[in-house]
T-cell receptor, first 112, second 115 residues
Framework: QKEVEQNSGPLSVPEGAIASLNCTYS??????FFWYRQYSGKSPELIMS????GDKEDGRFTAQLNKASQYVSLLIRDSQPSDSATYLC????????????FGTGTSLTVIP | DGGITQSPKYLFRKEGQNVTLSCEQN?????MYWYRQDPGQGLRLIYY???????QKGDIAEGYSVSREKKESFPLTVTSAQKNPTAFYLC??????????????FGDGTRLSIL
């Protein structure tokens, strides 16, 4: 079983719609959760961090964490063509020497 | 501006050659990491270091070596033993785990190809 699993997509949404990206993780000891955006040919950039159950909002982005279900999601409201990228979910477990575990990413295309 | 600098941006390796990828950070982060990314794939951990003069193997360390002589620097050597080195190499850093799971930040990456 992979540490972090994401639906690879591709996910296509029309401009202005809500894009919903999902991630599950296997270890209940996971403590910190991150979403990164990676444009083609570029390095990942951090867009959201979440540490406790519930929702965290930052502009058009909302991260949702449910530790009981071992589930993290990212909602992008009012999707724009510039949001077209691969979104990586990452999980941090400090009991493994501060290693980070990444999903394989979900490719999102926002159609104008 | 604080950040992570990787160099070179593009690198070509000849058969039997060792090459070294540079990674320097001025964020005062304790932890540094090297990942490999193949086309359409996720990130795979090569090596990581939580403190100067100490480092651990990741999932795919064979054919690679690292050193951590200074807090700011974590160079990666791709040896001739790595038979399929063509990939996008990413260096990352984070504040140490003792401060509560802070995120990683990435450099711009180095693309390595075989000549």
């Amino acid at each position: 079983q992979k540490e972090v699993e994401q639906n690879s997509g591709p996910l296509s949404v029309p401009e202005g719609a809500i894009a919903s990206l999902n991630c599950t993780y296997s270890d209940r000891g996971s403590q910190s959760f991150f979403w990164y955006r990676q444009y083609s040919g570029k390095s990942p950039e951090l867009i959201m961090s979440i540490y406790s159950n519930g929702d965290k909002e930052d502009g058009r982005f909302t991260a949702q964490l449910n530790k009981a279900s071992q589930y993290v999601s990212l909602l992008i409201r009012d999707s724009q063509p510039s949001d077209s990228a691969t979104y990586l979910c990452a999980v941090n477990r400090q009991n493994t020497g501060n290693q980070f575990y990444f999903g394989t990413g979900t490719s999102l295309t926002v159609i104008p | 501006d604080g950040g992570i600098t990787q160099s070179p941006k593009y690198l070509f390796r000849k058969e039997g050659q060792n090459v070294t990828l540079s990674c320097e950070q001025n964020l005062n982060h304790d932890a540094m990491y090297w990942y490999r990314q193949d086309p359409g794939q996720g990130l795979r951990l090569i090596y990581y270091s939580q403190i100067v003069n100490d480092f651990q193997k990741g999932d795919i360390a064979e054919g690679y070596s690292v050193s951590r002589e200074k807090k700011e620097s974590f160079p990666l050597t791709v040896t001739s033993a790595q038979k399929n080195p063509t990939a996008f190499y990413l260096c990352a850093s984070s504040i140490s785990g003792g401060r509560g799971g802070q995120p990683q930040h990435f450099g711009d990456g180095t693309r390595l190809s075989i000549l």
